[in-house]
């Protein structure tokens, strides 16, 4: 997930709106409390977010592939909130492309090691870079799948209390999945002649996968369990009367 320092400045202020449920955030609210955050960051006179800027930051806030997979839904037509109150990003684990991105600031601060007027430099770039690596290492090393929710939320087929999901991929966003899979227990199990592919996967049915099914858009379509299919697709229908 490439970005700059402005739109994460963004990010972090919709994701402290969110998360402080004492009061309801309209589109506006949120304008206003980003052009506020970057007012003060920028320290400049005045500073206008757009609604579409907003409204972009909210579906990659969404995402499962390319942000946080924050669950952020429309009440009543105009409030914005998560879904899950003990949200927020700042509690998601790092992606890769976040570790590309500190890897890039760690060689920046590189530059500035040995100059005297800058020798905190020296112990930045050491910490950014035991940091990274200890997280690459836990990425690189994922713990087992157990039975605790806590450890994992995609508990594999032979831990028990599964089901298999299958779901069709439009062909153009096929190779992303196939690149990327969904879960370790994915399999491609055909592929049609209009190009649909197949895929299935063995996971525990919970609030996550029902989010992460539904980062997803346009680009999926679930089969089964029709009970699945059928909230799902329930889910969508009542998001798509907001807009």
């Not at 206003?32 to 052009?35: D, F, L, R, V």
């Not at 970057?38 to 806030?61: G, P």
């Not at 690459?136 to 039975?147: F, M, V």
């Not at 990327?180 to 227990?185: A, E, G, T």
């Given at each position: 997930?490439?970005?700059?320092?402005?739109?994460?400045?963004?990010?972090?202020?919709?994701?402290?709106?969110?998360?402080?449920?004492?009061?309801?955030?309209?589109?506006?609210?949120?304008m206003?409390?980003?052009?506020k955050?970057?007012?003060?960051?920028?320290?400049?006179?005045?500073?206008?977010?757009?609604?579409?800027?907003?409204?972009?930051?909210?579906?990659?806030?969404?995402?499962?592939?390319?942000?946080?997979?924050?669950?952020?839904?429309?009440?009543?037509?105009?409030?914005?909130?998560?879904?899950?109150a003990?949200?927020?990003?700042?509690?998601?684990?790092?992606?890769?492309?976040?570790?590309?991105?500190?890897?890039?600031?760690?060689?920046?601060?590189?530059?500035?090691?040995?100059?005297?007027?800058?020798?905190?430099?020296?112990?930045?770039?050491?910490?950014?870079?035991?940091?990274?690596?200890?997280?690459?290492?836990?990425?690189?090393?994922?713990?087992?799948?157990?039975?605790?929710?806590?450890?994992?939320?995609?508990?594999?087929?032979?831990?028990?209390?599964?089901?298999?999901?299958?779901?069709?991929?439009?062909?153009?966003?096929?190779?992303?999945?196939?690149a990327?899979?969904?879960?370790?227990?994915?399999?491609l199990?055909?592929?049609?002649?209009?190009?649909?592919?197949?895929?299935?996967?063995?996971?525990?049915?919970?609030?996550?996968?029902?989010?992460?099914?539904?980062?997803?858009?346009?680009?999926?379509?679930?089969?089964?369990?029709?009970?699945?299919?059928?909230?799902?697709?329930?889910?969508?229908?009542?998001?798509?009367?907001?807009?």
């Open positions: 997930m490439q970005i700059n320092r402005t739109a994460l400045i963004r990010y972090k202020t919709i994701d402290h709106c969110l998360c402080n449920r004492a009061r309801n955030w309209t589109l506006l609210d949120l206003e409390a980003c052009g955050a970057l007012q003060a960051d920028d320290d400049r006179e005045e500073t206008i977010v757009s609604r579409r800027a907003i409204q972009m930051d909210l579906d990659l806030m969404r995402s499962a592939t390319k942000g946080y997979n924050a669950p952020i839904i429309v009440v009543d037509k105009k409030f914005y909130t998560y879904e899950d003990n949200f927020s990003i700042t509690k998601t684990p790092l992606t890769t492309h976040d570790l590309d991105q500190i890897g890039q600031i760690a060689q920046l601060l590189e530059h500035f090691k040995g100059y005297e007027y800058f020798k905190e430099a020296d112990e930045w770039v050491e910490q950014l870079k035991n940091k990274s690596l200890g997280i690459e290492n836990a990425i690189a090393s994922p713990k087992p799948a157990t039975n605790t929710p806590s450890d994992t939320t995609f508990v594999l087929s032979n831990t028990g209390n599964t089901s298999t999901v299958e779901f069709y991929a439009l062909g153009d966003y096929a190779p992303e999945l196939i990327n899979p969904l879960h370790p227990s994915q399999k199990l055909n592929v049609r002649i209009d190009k649909l592919h197949h895929f299935s996967i063995e996971v525990v049915i919970d609030l996550q996968l029902e989010r992460l099914l539904l980062s997803y858009g346009e680009f999926i379509e679930i089969l089964a369990p029709k009970p699945l299919r059928l909230k799902l697709g329930t889910r969508i229908w009542k998001a798509g009367r907001h807009y």
